[in-house]
């Protein structure tokens, strides 16, 4: 879905509509559990007027946040039903995902971005043209210290992506 926003209210309503469609559940692990990925992708304009030329230039840019539902071990989750399925399908995609960090971690010619729809999706911030930054939340209770370490190990994986940020500008100019 791509919304035009001219403000940062219109931004606001289309955050909140992003946040009303958003899909949680309750299980033993997580009292509101996400049960799928959620993205935001701001795609920026600015209109400058070039102090030498006179000339107007036009440069790009996108944001993209990126909420990642956590893996679940289905042992300690006691997901069933939609619920396993929807798991099932969060912890491919963060495998696929995994995948894709390790390849570029270890540098290697072919990165499996099309594997996935997440991936994809986040192809410019995985060793792309964009700057990207990643946030990794592990939970401070020792029962799940496998979990905060897999997470940790993740996240130092991604720390040694190298990106090229460009800035993108109009071909016209």
Known sequence: LVVECHAVN????VFKEGTRNRHVASHTMNRDSSRSHSLLCLYIDRIATDPETGEELTQYG?????DLAGSERLK????SGEMMKETGNINRSLFTLGKVISTLDKA???VPYRESKLTKLLMDSLGGSSSCVMV???SPSAKYTEESLNTLQYAYRAKNITNSPVIQMDSTQ
């Open 10 to 13: 219109d931004l606001m309503e």
């Open 62 to 66: 996108k944001l993209t946040f990126v």
């Open 76 to 79: 300690y989750s006691g997901s």
């Open 108 to 110: 290697e010619s072919f």
């Open 136 to 138: 990794a939340c592990c």
